[in-house]
């Protein structure tokens, strides 16, 4: 074996990454590079190994996509059985701050803090706690070293430096925790004055422009106004609480409730610790990438990734090798207490569990609540009362010809098909509507895919029945129970909130649009449409609209009485003319008998004659048959 020939006990660092630029960072730090060392099959990691100063190191990335904390722990596990004597466990990566107090390109060090344990559970040894403690008296008397760490990184790695060192480029932007973001202009379009503030810029700012990844499109056409405005500083480290989470957190106001929550000590929020917590004791070092927030974007990673390796450089610096050798190794420590651990742990994921549980379901709740209130601002027409008072005076086992029919079935079937039911004045078309809406609501109540819409015109509620309202009032309808279709809502909402407006016509198209390609099926269902009056182009405009967003998938179904310029518009429709069968009017006419006087329902012979006379009469106007035999029952 050569005199520089290495073999697993020699490593006693073990440094874990979740991503590559994390694992490119930290390699940048390594002072010299070794050679592989075989590993156990069983062992699926891939090892960089190396050292600093005196200290070789072990790092392991994740695998690519599977950031998290059962991948973590799955990692950190496989590398102290492989690497028997690592005593000292480095986490080190980016993470998200929690303003104010933290800004982009700082760092945070997990350390314990009052009732908070900060997301280590453990002794981190006195060799690390004591070089902690060292470390931040030194940066208080002498500033720290990482900017000339990052120096060196650049002058070895010229090429990699352009990407993870040119802080100079990046802007630090907050917005206001309540403004969501927004897709349209660049960055780079925020103004200069719209970030620096009422203070300007100070001589340690670095802030003066920006690179993005060619994949990510940054706060294209979020509202200036809405950056909140600081005074710029130099890069900060911060020593306190990290939380660590099983999904990446993109909403400002749930991270400031969580840090409410925790007596407003939160500095960071990540997503590996909390998996190493029994597997791995070790202190998490995090560069600030983002805020947390729906802002958030990949701009920031690879200096954050640099910052935080340059303090874990630094840090390993103040460890002395002697302490070293005093710390049990790791997987000694795992295999005394893992009985007792697993107890606890199980006891940490029961409370947890129902907290988690309580907060996703509070969670939920305000999502829902907010998808309500946007779904009533949009439109506060219920026609459901008009459906089950028309859905109540029809006779049952009556008006099944249309739903029989060869061109219902066609209507429904083919995407983008539009159904036009003409018939007389009287002739049952409400009724016939409300039994095809009865019909596919009992359908189709199981699938939220599939959207239903309807309207019954009045004549006398004109005011109330605009192009707008109506559009809205479809939207809703179709929406209502489609989560992806709520979220769209609920979008367009918040889009008018913060100015106080309304929607125009054509924003309300585009949306019902959108929605119509979103669901498998949209059925709109239009009842008299001949009560919608033309003066003001209102039909004209409706169904325009409602035909523009046939295209992406509704189906459009209507009645009319015979309207030429309603026929015009349905000219290429398929058709079914709504005539009452003569079964239909003598099962109304059935069931009436029974209030007509004594003396008829005791006479079959004349029922029978009173129904023929009845039903000859009124030449297809089923409404005809009612006001005779209400006539007779007075």
Known sequence: MSPNARSHADYTVGWVCA???????????????????????????????????????VIACLPKGHAGPNSAATVATQMVQTFSSIKIGLLVG?????????????????????????????????????????????????????????????????????????????????????????????????????????????????????EEDDDEEGCISCDPSQIVRRKHRSMR??????????????????RDRLNKELNKKLLCVEMEAAGLMNSFPCIAIRGICDYADSHKNKTWQKYAAAVATAFAKELLGCVQSSDVEGERPIRDILNEVKDELNQINRDIKAGFGETKKHLDNLIEVQKVQKQNEALEWLSSIDSAPMHHDYIKKCEPGTGQGLLSSEELQQWMNVPRTTLFCPGIPGAGKTFQMAILIDYLSREFRHDDTIGLAFFYYRFDRQDAQRPE????????????????????????????????????????????????????????????????????YSRTRLLDSLFSAQKKGLNICATSRKVHAIEQRFEDAIKWQVI??????????????????????????????????????????FLLAQMYIDSLVD
């Open 469 to 536: 309202q109506l559009i809205s009032n479809v939207i809703k309808q179709l929406g209502q129970h489609h989560q992806p279709s709520r979220e769209r809502i609920q979008g367009l909402y918040e889009d008018h909130k913060k100015k106080g407006s309304r929607p125009l016509i054509e924003e309300l198209v585009h949306l019902l649009q959108v929605i119509a390609s979103l669901l498998s099926r949209a059925y709109v269902i239009i009842d008299a449409l001949d009560e919608c009056g033309d003066n003001d």
């Open 19 to 57: 991503l590559p630029q994390e694992q490119t960072a930290a390699m940048a730090m390594l002072d010299e590079r070794h050679e592989s060392l075989s590993k156990p099959p069983t062992d699926t990691n891939a090892y960089t190994l190396g050292s600093i100063g005196q200290h070789n190191i």
């Open 237 to 254: 480290i911060h020593y306190g609480l990290i939380a660590s989470s099983n999904t990446t957190i993109e909403d400002a106001e749930f």
């Open 94 to 210: 980016i993470g998200g701050g929690i303003p104010p107090k933290v800004r982009l390109g700082d760092v945070v060090v997990s350390t314990p803090d009052g009732q908070f344990p900060g997301v280590v559970q453990w002794d981190l040894g006195k060799s690390l706690e004591g070089a902690l403690g060292k470390l931040e008296s030194k940066h208080e008397l002498e500033g720290s070293k990482i900017p000339d760490i990052l120096e060196e990184f650049g002058k070895a790695y010229p090429q990699a430096a352009k990407q993870y060192l040119n802080s100079t480029s990046l802007k630090d932007v907050l917005f206001k925790p309540n403004y969501l973001h927004i897709c349209g202009k660049r960055t780079e379009d925020i103004g200069e004055d719209d970030y620096l503030g009422e203070y300007g810029a100070s001589d340690d700012d670095n802030d003066d422009g920006e």
């Open 580 to 621: 009452p069968s003569e079964n239909d009017i003598f099962s109304f006419l059935d069931r009436r008998m029974a209030q007509l006087p004594d003396f008829v329902q005791s006479n079959i012979p004349l029922q029978e004659e009173i129904k023929e006379c009845i039903e000859s009469a009124i030449e297809g106007m």
